[in-house]
């Protein structure tokens, strides 16, 4: 069992920044590949970034490619999800989620593991 929770959402201004972190608990934390998510009011959650169990591979949707990183510290159970140049668009609820180290890092079926969400609103 992991045990995720995130934290770092809030109200921000577009064209501003904002660092989500998930801290995690419970199983070995390193041996799980970590992604984020978003859910936007109405729609369907969606892949954000994922990484790696070691950090050495990342990926990211289309839509927030070259604005969001994702890293992680294992030393500390921490993924971190760092975004600037933020638009209304990315108004969400924003998800941690863990999963086994093999298997599509952006498929949600893939994910094991769920936090409980952190607010994320861009006022324009």
């Known amino acids: 069992q992991v045990r995720l929770v995130e934290s770092g959402g809030g109200l921000v201004q577009a064209g501003g920044s904002l660092r989500l972190s998930c801290a995690a608990s419970?199983?070995?934390?390193?041996?799980?590949?970590l992604g984020w998510f978003r859910q936007a009011p109405g729609k369907e959650r969606e892949f954000v970034a994922a990484i790696t169990w070691s950090g050495g591979s990342t990926y990211y949707a289309d839509s927030v490619k070259g604005r969001f990183t994702i890293s992680r510290d294992n030393a500390n159970d921490t993924v971190y999800l760092q975004m600037r140049g933020l638009n209304p668009a990315d108004t969400a609820v924003y998800y941690c989620?863990?999963?086994?180290?093999?298997?599509?890092?952006?498929?949600?079926?893939?994910?094991?593991?769920w936090g409980q969400g952190t607010q994320v609103t861009v006022s324009s």
């Open positions: 989620s863990a999963r086994p180290p093999y298997g599509s890092p952006s498929l949600r079926s893939e994910y094991t593991y």
């Open positions: 419970g199983r070995t934390f390193s041996t799980y590949a």
